[in-house]
């Protein structure tokens, strides 16, 4: 069983930071593609960032390239999200997910392991 645990979630004001955190409770980590996903109340779950299984390659969503960073620690079986500049319309559960076998993608479904969620929540 594959367990994929977020953490540092929390209450920001505009302009403010914050780093995500995603544990993998498997050592095959290193061989797996990583993202991060939200899903705001009331909207369906969006691509945020995506990292290859080395941390060579990465992609962003439009909505907040520039101001978000992906990274990865194989050895600590831990995947990032640092966040800057957050916005009012960044507030969401964050989700990690791993991908087995393929490609990056932003494509939630071909994801096949999913954490439980951390809420962010920016105060303008």
């Known amino acids: 069983q594959v367990q994929l645990v977020e953490s540092g979630g929390g209450l920001v004001q505009a302009g403010g930071s914050l780093r995500l955190s995603c544990a993998a409770s498997?050592?095959?980590?290193?061989?797996?593609?990583m993202g991060w996903f939200r899903q705001a109340p009331g909207k369906e779950r969006e691509f945020v960032a995506t990292i290859s299984w080395g941390g060579g390659r990465t992609d962003y969503a439009d909505s907040v390239k520039g101001r978000f960073t992906i990274s990865r620690d194989n050895a600590k079986n831990t995947v990032y999200l640092q966040m800057g500049s957050l916005k009012p319309e960044d507030t969401a559960v964050y989700y990690c997910?791993?991908?087995?076998?393929?490609?990056?993608?932003?494509?939630?479904?071909?994801?096949?392991?999913w954490g439980q969620g951390t809420q962010v929540t920016v105060s303008s």
């Open positions: 997910a791993a991908e087995a076998m393929g490609p990056m993608t932003r494509i939630a479904h071909k994801y096949d392991y």
């Open positions: 498997r050592r095959t980590f290193s061989s797996w593609t």
